[in-house]
């Protein structure tokens, strides 16, 4: 990291890389528990599953479709294709997450039968999601970089400042504390408190 990067690019960073820690660990988690022939604990899952959703999708993504993303596109529109893409995962990513929760729930109910099911769209999502990051990181985080000028990150940088993911390691607000309490366990050490893998 360049020593004054924005703290736009800081925070994007940062949630990036534990996001991605959390995404990696959910399929590790599932073929541990798959070899074992466990069940998982459902509701660690679930909060797992409602985290992706209240943290990247709510607070993290709109800044990037709403702040970041339209700022670029005014001052490099070669790069217009890969945020239109970006910006249609975003979209996508609501659904995405309900269709895995909806796996998930089908899992818990229905047994076994709906264990594969569940662990494809999994993966799936996972791989997705992080293809999604790499793009951000390599062709997106560079330009802004490069082209914004300091008013540019003045604003960014108050709308990100807000609302810091708590896997990132920033306080947790109180009405989050039991959920992020339920992720940091059911994550594997060394990023949760639960069992290396």
Do not use: C
Not at 30 to 39: H, T
Not at 42 to 66: G, I, Q, T, W
Not at 93 to 108: M, P, T, V
């Amino acid at each position: 990291m360049k020593p004054n990067s924005p703290l736009t690019l800081q925070v994007i960073r940062e949630e990036h890389r534990a996001l991605a820690a959390m995404l990696r660990s959910v399929p590790l988690l599932l073929a541990e528990l798959r070899r074992r022939q466990a069940r998982p604990d459902f509701a660690a899952l679930r909060a797992m599953l409602f985290y992706l959703d209240e943290f990247p999708e709510r607070l993290h993504h709109p800044k990037e479709s709403e702040l970041l993303f339209p700022k670029l596109r005014a001052r490099a529109p070669e790069i217009r294709s890969v945020l239109d893409r970006l910006d249609e995962d975003h979209q996508r990513g609501e659904r995405a997450i309900r269709d895995l929760e909806h796996a998930l729930l089908g899992f818990e109910l229905m047994g076994e039968s709906r264990r594969a099911a569940f662990e494809q769209m999994a993966e799936r999502y996972v791989h997705g999601y992080l293809q999604h990051m790499q793009i951000e990181e390599v062709q997106v985080l560079p330009l802004a970089q490069q082209m914004f000028a300091p008013d540019d990150w003045a604003e960014l940088d108050e709308a990100f400042a807000r609302n810091r993911d708590p896997l990132a390691g920033h306080a947790v607000d109180e009405p989050y504390r039991a959920l992020f309490q339920t992720v940091l366990n059911a994550l594997p050490a060394p990023l949760g408190l639960g069992p290396a893998l």
